[in-house]
């Protein structure tokens, strides 16, 4: 059976961390296949327009348009490509408006080696990719200004735990592993959390919970 191929592409003003990305998924993910490459906001832009990729890996400062200006832009026009926003910094609001702007996922520059791959499968799969220890930078501010909130008023309280996790960046499959419940359990839940919001994918979730 021929392996489905991945298109990806990097877009970072670094051209060594360009080349080291290559590099690395050449060594460790050769179904991943590096079609183009940008060194600023517009060229991402244009990238993404021109060549669909399946994945984006976009750099949050990027020269003559920031990465979260261009993930606003991409976000409309490039709907089918998942963004994982690259960046140096772990603060809450760099992590909550890539989500709010339609990012998949956020990895840390010095974490790029590895989680790559991981990160890149995450996203594929519709899920949202965050580290759990990126989770509290994200969760915990919002946590505190909605203790009064028992959640969204249309699902039940476990939904709204899974909900919640959900917005903190979670995988199912880490939630899963917090709540001692089955994958299986998880995804349903998800599923029917989508189907009464009418979400159609975890990033249209994520918005809605919001």
């Known amino acids: 059976m021929t392996e489905q191929i991945v298109t990806l592409v990097i877009a970072d003003d670094h051209t ?19 079609i183009g490459e940008a060194g600023t906001g517009i060229e991402a832009i244009e990238a993404c327009v021109r060549l669909k990729p399946n994945v984006l890996m976009l750099d949050i400062s990027m020269p003559d348009l ?3 200006d261009a993930l606003g832009i991409i976000a409309q026009k490039c709907p089918e490509t998942h963004v994982l926003m690259l960046s140096m910094h772990s603060d809450p609001f760099r992590i909550r408006e890539s989500m709010a702007k339609g990012a ?3 990895i840390l520059k010095d974490a790029v080696g590895e989680d790559l791959n991981d990160a890149i499968s995450t996203v594929l799969q519709g899920s949202v990719y965050l580290k759990a220890n990126l989770a509290p930078a994200l969760w915990a501010p919002q946590e505190t200004q909605s203790q009064s909130l028992s959640g969204h008023p249309l699902l039940t309280d476990r939904e709204n735990e899974i909900a919640r996790q959900l917005k903190a960046g979670y995988s199912s499959k880490q939630i899963a592993s917090n709540l001692n419940v089955s994958l299986n359990t998880v995804r349903t839940h998800r599923a029917k959390i989508m189907k009464k919001l009418d979400a ?3 990033v249209e979730l994520l918005k809605k919970l919001s």
């Open 200 to 202: 159609h994918s975890v």
């Open 16 to 34: 060594l961390l360009r080349e080291g990305i290559k590099s690395l998924l050449r060594q460790t993910n050769p179904s991943v296949r590096v």
């Open 66 to 68: 920031s990465g979260l």
């Open 104 to 106: 998949s996922g956020y």
